[in-house]
T-cell receptor, first 114, second 116 residues
Framework: AQSVTQLGSHVSVSEGALVLLRCNYSSSVPPYLFWYVQYPNQGLQLLLKYTTGATLVKGINGFEAEFKKSETSFHLTKPSAHMSDAAEYFCAVSEGGYGQNFVFGPGTRLSVLP | GAVVSQHPSRVICKSGTSVKIECRSLDFQATTMFWYRQFPKQSLMLMATSNEGSKATYEQGVEKDKFLINHASLTLSTLTVTSAHPEDSSFYIC????????????FGPGTRLTVL
């Protein structure tokens, strides 16, 4: 069975500061890992994903994440926060292959302070 | 590419009525679609997995007779909430997976259901 934990249900950063959203997973098979962003009353937008290959993955809007197998982590970072980054962020894991049955983390709400 | 739409975006209905929500993949064929439910300030809860041309697979605790899912074509899946009650009020989100078993789910914008 797979599971995802996201440390910190709410993270606040100042505009221009580093964004770090934590995600740890457990999986019995090599995982596929995803970060999604959700703006209020909207669906989820894929930020980035790791399947195989390079462990540092770059996504949209300046976000990137690094898959660290030894730490079972897939933390999301952005060097400089922008006000428009304020949203809910979800980490998800699947068993890869045909990608069935995503398991989502509880989410982290990012606030960006002026 | 990989756009998923949902209709309606918002619906208000009276208790006891049925509501149908449509999920469409606009620019790709989706052999598999997923239906999620999201409560306020919570994560997504998978309700069911829908494969084109076959019966949906429901997660444990989800009433299949209450939440009817039809996946009649490679671009359309529908969720019908039958005899809706106020506790069914929620944000319903669908996602679609491209044909060929690729790894990514693309999400619709969600439908907010309010049952009075």
């Amino acid at each position: 069975a797979q599971s995802v934990t996201q440390l910190g249900s709410h993270v606040s950063v100042s505009e221009g500061a580093l964004v770090l959203l934590r995600c740890n997973y457990s999986s019995s098979v090599p995982p596929y890992l995803f970060w999604y962003v959700q703006y209020p009353n909207q669906g989820l937008q894929l930020l980035l994903k790791y399947t195989t290959g390079a462990t540092l993955v770059k996504g949209i809007n300046g976000f990137e994440a690094e898959f660290k197998k030894s730490e079972t982590s897939f933390h999301l970072t952005k060097p400089s926060a922008h006000m428009s980054d304020a949203a809910e962020y979800f980490c998800a894991v699947s068993e890869g292959g045909y990608g069935q049955n995503f398991v989502f983390g509880p989410g982290t709400r990012l606030s960006v302070l002026p | 590419g990989a756009v998923v739409s949902q209709h309606p975006s918002r619906v208000i209905c009276k208790s006891g009525t049925s509501v149908k929500i449509e999920c469409r993949s606009l620019d790709f064929q989706a052999t598999t679609m997923f239906w999620y439910r999201q409560f306020p300030k919570q994560s997504l809860m998978l309700m069911a997995t829908s494969n084109e041309g076959s019966k949906a697979t429901y997660e444990q605790g989800v009433e299949k007779d209450k939440f009817l899912i039809n996946h009649a074509s490679l671009t359309l899946s529908t969720l019908t909430v039958t005899s809706a009650h106020p506790e069914d009020s929620s944000f319903y989100i669908c996602s679609a997976q491209t044909s060929g078993g690729t790894d990514t789910q693309y999400f619709g914008p969600g439908t907010r259901l309010t049952v009075l």
